[in-house]
């Protein structure tokens, strides 16, 4: 049996400026981290003559294209992969549709399955790349690729999107002490409501297509903090990187009107009120997980707590997408 997984993240500065109608005009630059909360995927040969594949369906067939998970589909072709006597299916530690990038874990994931199964050895990046492919050009989600860099890479992680459509893949020069306070001083509440990021991102990716001035200054401003951002993480002043991840919302929130609602406003407004330098709903918004950064964590805790909120703690993951068995 192979055993895959990959890391779902967070983003620490400059989401948004990945989607490729952003980035083929005007390039991106953004800060994400791989987090200690994984999809995994399990492959194995059997002895039936179809294939099965499980997830919150189950599916038995016998051509690839008769497959109605889209990802799955794409990839066993891609890598032209029988699909006979083979059996796929996954799990993961939090939900979909949660802002976590599980999307393109799953696709790493699956992925580094395949190739292993094929005895393939590839690197991080083409891990990256295939799975880009899958989703955006296979697929035509209407995405970004920071998830499927991430996850692949692990770490905490700077990625700079080319108008060539190539990537540009560095560790944040933070120091071990600084990486540890930031570690410590980051805390994750899930709001209870999952959601689709297709409609929030399409609306972005529609209006960036037609250079519509707003979207295109405020994802240039929003790049311009994720900048910031790394210089307040690289000389360790994580008071002012908190402060700009509350910059960040106030302008992330400006983009779309999906991207927050009342409930999410009063948790953000309680936390802040409880000792958060600033914060963030992690992924396209909406709804998924609210992400703080504070000095007082006891406070943040016990406020969000008492307003019915689950906190889910997380830690930094440096190993990326691997194989933990084959």
């Not at 990625?159 to 002490?177: H, L, M, N, Q, Y």
Request: glycine content about 10%; charged content about 25%.
């Amino acid at each position: 049996m192979i055993i895959a997984r990959s890391p779902l993240r967070i983003t620490l500065g400059g989401g948004g400026t990945d989607l490729p109608s952003y980035y083929r005009e005007h390039e991106g630059f953004l800060i994400a981290a791989a987090i200690d909360r994984y999809v995994y995927i399990t492959l194995h040969t059997t002895f039936v003559d179809y294939l099965i594949v499980k997830y919150s369906k189950l599916e038995s067939v016998t051509s690839v294209d008769e497959l109605q998970h889209p990802i799955i589909r794409e990839a066993l072709k891609m890598l032209d992969v029988p699909c006979r006597r083979l059996e796929i299916a996954s799990m993961a530690d939090i939900p979909a549709g949660t802002g976590l990038g599980s999307s393109g874990s799953f696709t790493t994931a699956l992925l580094r399955a395949l190739h292993a199964y094929q005895k393939n050895i590839v690197s991080p990046q083409i891990i990256a790349e295939q799975a880009c492919h899958i989703e955006i050009e296979r697929l035509g989600e209407p995405i970004g690729k920071q998830d499927q860099f991430i996850a692949s890479y692990g770490g905490v992680t700077c990625f700079r999107f080319k108008k060539d459509d190539t990537v540009g893949v560095w560790p944040a020069p933070i120091s071990a002490e600084t990486l540890h306070n930031l570690e410590d001083g980051l805390v994750m509440f899930f709001t209870g409501m999952a959601r689709s990021a297709s409609a929030i991102l399409k609306d972005q990716d529609d209006r960036s297509k037609t250079n519509e001035a707003s979207i295109i200054d405020n994802l240039h401003y929003v790049k311009a903090l994720g900048l910031r951002s790394l210089k307040a993480l690289e000389t360790g002043d994580l008071h002012t990187f908190g402060t700009l991840l509350d910059e960040h919302w106030q302008h992330k929130k400006k983009r779309s009107g999906a991207m927050s609602n009342p409930g999410i406003d009063k948790w953000y407004d309680l936390a802040m009120r409880n000792g958060a330098l600033g914060g963030k709903v992690i992924g396209a918004g909406g709804g998924g997980f609210l992400l703080f950064y504070t000095e007082d964590k006891k406070r943040v805790r016990h406020a969000l707590r008492e307003a019915g909120l689950e906190e889910v703690r997380i830690r930094f993951d440096f190993e990326g997408t691997k194989t933990l068995a084959q």
